[in-house]
Nanobody, 125 residues
């Protein structure tokens, strides 16, 4: 049974940093694609970043140049390094993984079959 467990969330002041982790277990193969999404209070969940490989990564415009997505295959862990945090980055952050490669857009929630329970990030001004 595939399981994704996020950690690393917390409360920081604007301008600060956090590193989120997503520990994956139960995979018998490497997921083709993993991603981070977030959901702010009262808003829909939105895509943040996607990792295919160390040379193929995508970011939402709102986090580009501030966030870095990476993966440690040896530890089966996905990371999201978040720097220069802003109050609008506040929300629940979710890790997601694709099951088999598909043509669905990497920005779409429909691409990802497996989801974690989320970790809360709060940025205050």
């Amino acid at each position: 049974q595939v399981q994704l467990v996020e950690s690393g969330g917390g409360s920081v002041l604007a301008g600060g940093s956090l590193r989120l982790s997503c520990a994956a277990s139960g995979f018998t193969y490497s997921s083709p694609c993993m991603a981070w999404f977030r959901q702010a209070p009262g808003k829909e969940r939105e895509w943040v970043a996607t990792f295919y490989s160390s040379v193929t990564r995508y970011y939402a415009d709102s986090v580009k140049d501030r966030f870095t997505i990476s993966q440690d295959n040896a530890k089966n862990t996905l990371y999201l390094q978040m720097d220069s945090l802003k109050p609008e980055d506040t929300g629940m952050y979710y890790c997601a993984a694709e099951s088999v490669s598909s043509g669905t857009s990497y920005r779409s929630e429909r691409k990802y079959v497996y989801w974690g329970q989320g970790t809360q990030v709060t940025v205050s001004s």
